[in-house]
């Protein structure tokens, strides 16, 4: 293109440049769209089941958080993701949300990504407010630091579900409710299947999560204390963060191999990492089973890993959050009470249900 | 924003002018069908929202304009903005003097330490300002327990910094303003910011001048820290809390937004006016995918990728124009 443009006219080659990347930009947007619309046909599976609360739980309404009553489906919604939907926790997550709300009706969807970048999901969130949404549903990257938003999201009492990740902050006041899963349950139940696994004695590493946020806080504390509890035999000798990224987790137990050549048990704090470890685990030649795995999640991967053998359970992790966020946003913009802490019960996978139960992963 | 720029006649002092604001130029253009295109685009909250988001990385990037006209590269931005942030975080239990002294004394000495080595050594700027990268986003880890303790701040006043505003334009709007006045004034100037000029466009010539090569070079790799670790500090002071999640990449965009500003990455020209412009464009590009909406995370990348890779051919064919044309 720029070699038929005579540089004694750089106007019009600035502007034909600026002309391109509009267009660009309209081409890619399109494209987008119809990738949404093939990805609607895929049925529900195993949608998300909420624990029973607790007697005298805390409870939130549309009054009680100074929110106007409004009609979700005409509604002007903003769905704001953490990281790239390049793993497939997010991938089922943000199509969960997306087809959710068109199935609904919600026409009016607005989605970001901030690509692991917290700057850059504080301003996708801020300029969502400032175009004025009326929900804002938010999976946090990181569980501090949303001071800013808070104040702007107050000031115009929109409603803010967080899911799968926590913000530490007061809930029906700087945010509606947390919908997610116990992640020190999690934890507790890895621990459980891994002194299972290892007859409750040896060695065992851990995959840490990405720091800064209350899941891997959480998915830690949970696994230790139970393996203090259950196995004391059983000593966690390695920890370090793999960024629940399979690059990461494998790199750090290609470390860790080098490091402890004789490690009993790999707990990785989420699928992904466990993965990369199995893939490092390869490398160093050793065979499924010689190293016993347990993580957190529920992927086709690593239920895939189970039945070949390199894994030897899973605790799932449900990342359909669509149904469950929109059904407690009707509830709150009806009038109804809704909870300030959803938490939703996940199943785990073992060598006993993972052929026949493999179709219920993601 | 919305600046109106006069041209002077002939086609290359057009050229020259249009090189020189290229990404002004670019800037003003997209800002204005933008403003056609998206209503949502047209709030003066949303203003805001871009011109308070884009501050930090404003910081940044004026340091950075410094150390690439010199001919050199600093990567160590990234790692001390989040050190910056976390020190700060931390600090603010003392009151705001201390969040903001000490980001500026711990991210200004690695400034220092980087310049010491690089001017004295004549190791490659990159391989000393990777290494401060490394370790400054090691320290950081090790101080806030690998990441996973978050600092809240602590200081009402400190938290004001980020999040209040003067005459409805946020505070971290102004202060990023006023500094860049000042960067103009010192590069355009003083004796240091030709100094500055002369050692980018060749270092011997500039020794043989006369010049104190080694100690300007200290000096823009200080200013560089000084004010990476302030950009921290007030998105610390904005965020209210230390995030450790921070910064990754951050030294890219900086450099990124300096070359599409018109400063040449082999040093000894540069703007910071275009350098300005360079961020607000990164800024927009950002908030207009999001205008968008529903636009896919891979295809952010690609769109923000293609952007700058359009931006830059158009430039390398501007300057090619001015040379053509030039007498």
Redesign the interface.
């Known amino acids: 293109m720029?070699n038929n443009?005579s540089?004694?006219?750089?106007?019009i080659?600035?502007?034909l440049?600026?002309a391109?990347?509009?267009l660009?930009?309209?081409a890619?947007?399109k494209?987008?769209?119809s990738?949404?619309t093939t990805g609607t046909g895929a049925a529900p599976v195993a949608s998300q089941v909420v624990q029973s609360a607790a007697p005298g739980a805390a409870t939130c309404t549309a009054d009680q958080y100074g929110a106007s009553k409004i009609d979700l489906k005409t509604a002007s919604v903003g769905f704001s993701?953490s990281e790239?939907?390049?793993n497939p926790f997010r991938i089922a997550e943000t199509q969960s949300i997306k087809d959710e709300a068109a199935k609904l009706g919600i026409t009016n969807?607005?989605?970001?990504?901030a690509?692991?970048?917290?700057?850059?999901q504080?301003?996708?969130v801020?300029?969502?407010?400032?175009?004025?949404v009326q929900l804002l549903v938010i999976a946090p990257?990181?569980?501090?630091?949303?001071?800013?938003v808070f104040?702007k999201a107050s000031a115009k009492h929109i409603p803010i579900v967080t899911i799968d990740r926590k913000i530490?902050a007061s809930a029906c006041k700087d945010y509606l409710t947390f919908i997610g899963s116990d992640f020190a349950e999690q934890g507790k139940r890895a621990a459980d299947a891994m002194a299972k696994a290892l007859g409750n004695k040896g060695e065992v590493a851990i995959l840490?999560g990405?720091?800064?946020n209350n899941v891997?806080?959480l998915r830690t504390s949970g696994f230790k204390d139970e393996i203090a509890k259950v196995a004391p035999d059983i000593k966690v000798t390695f920890e370090q963060?793999g960024n629940f990224s399979r690059e990461d987790g494998q790199k750090v137990a290609e470390q860790l191999l080098q490091s402890k050549p004789n490690i009993n048990g790999i707990y990785g704090e989420n699928d992904e990492m466990a993965l990369g470890a199995i893939t490092a685990l390869k490398g160093a030649g050793k065979k499924p089973g010689d190293v016993k795995i347990v993580s957190i999640d529920g992927t086709k991967g690593a239920v895939q890993g189970i039945v070949d053998g390199w894994i030897s359970a899973v605790i799932e992790s449900n990342p359909r959050f669509g149904p469950l966020a929109f059904e407690t946003a009707t509830k709150f913009f009806g009038g109804t009470p809704v909870g300030q802490d959803i938490v939703i019960q996940d199943r785990a996978y073992d060598e006993s249900n993972a052929k026949s139960d493999i179709g219920s992963a993601y | 924003m919305t600046m109106s720029v006069t041209l002077p006649a002939g086609?290359g002092r057009?050229?020259g002018v249009?090189?020189r604001q290229?990404a002004l130029?670019?800037l003003v253009?997209?800002v204005v069908?933008s403003l056609a295109t998206f209503p949502?685009f047209r709030?003066a909250?949303?203003a805001?929202?871009?011109l308070v988001?884009a501050a930090?990385p404003m910081l940044i990037a004026l340091g950075m304009t410094f150390v690439i006209i010199t001919g050199g590269i600093d990567l160590s931005v990234g790692s001390l903005y989040v050190l910056g942030g976390v020190v700060a975080a931390w600090a603010s239990q003392y009151g705001m003097l201390a969040a903001l002294a000490a980001p500026l004394l711990l991210c200004g000495a690695i400034g220092v330490l980087n310049g010491v080595l690089i001017a004295r050594t004549a190791m490659a700027p990159f391989i000393v300002t990777l290494a401060a990268l490394l370790g400054a986003r090691g320290l950081m880890?090790s101080i806030?327990d690998?990441?996973?303790t978050?600092y809240?701040?602590r200081s009402d006043a400190f938290?004001e910094l980020?999040?209040g505003s003067l005459f409805g334009v946020g505070y971290p709007v102004w202060l990023a303003a006023v500094l860049v006045g000042l960067g103009i004034l010192t590069l355009n100037r003083t004796r240091f910011g030709h100094a500055v000029h002369a050692i980018g466009g060749s270092e011997d010539a500039a020794a043989l001048m006369g010049l104190p090569v080694r100690r300007v070079k200290v000096w823009v790799y200080l200013l560089s820290g000084l004010l990476a670790g302030l950009a921290g500090a007030i998105?610390a002071a904005?965020?209210?809390?230390g995030?450790?999640?921070?910064g990754s990449?951050m030294e890219l965009d900086a450099i990124a937004a300096v070359v599409i500003g018109g400063t040449l990455l082999t040093g000894g020209s540069g703007s910071i006016a275009g350098t300005v412009a360079g961020v607000l464009l990164l800024?927009v590009i950002?908030?207009?995918?999001?205008?968008?909406?529903?636009?896919?995370?891979?295809?952010?990348?690609?769109?923000s990728g293609?952007?700058l890779a359009?931006?830059v051919?158009?430039q390398t064919?501007?300057v090619?124009?001015r040379r053509?044309?030039s007498p």
């Not at chain 1, 540089?7 to 106007?11: D, I, L, M, S, W």
């Not at chain 2, 904005?238 to 809390?241: C, I, P």
Request: with cysteine; net charge neutral; charged share 10%.
């Open positions: 720029f443009v540089f004694a006219r750089p106007k080659a600035a502007s440049a600026a391109a990347l509009l660009g930009a309209g890619c947007a494209s987008e769209d990738g949404a993701q790239k939907e390049a969807l607005k989605t970001s990504n690509n692991s970048q917290f700057n850059k504080i301003a996708d801020e300029q969502m407010i400032d175009s004025g990257l990181n569980s501090d630091g949303w001071d800013s104040a530490n840490l990405a720091p800064g891997t806080t963060t | 086609p057009l050229a249009v090189q290229g130029a670019v253009t997209v069908i949502g709030s909250d949303n805001g929202t871009i988001a930090p880890r806030s690998q990441g996973s978050t809240l701040v938290h980020g999040t998105n904005k965020l209210g809390s995030v450790t999640v921070l990449g800024g950002q908030n207009l995918i999001n205008q968008v909406g529903n636009v896919n995370s891979n295809w952010q990348q690609v769109i293609g952007f359009v931006v051919v158009a064919y501007l090619r124009a053509t044309h």
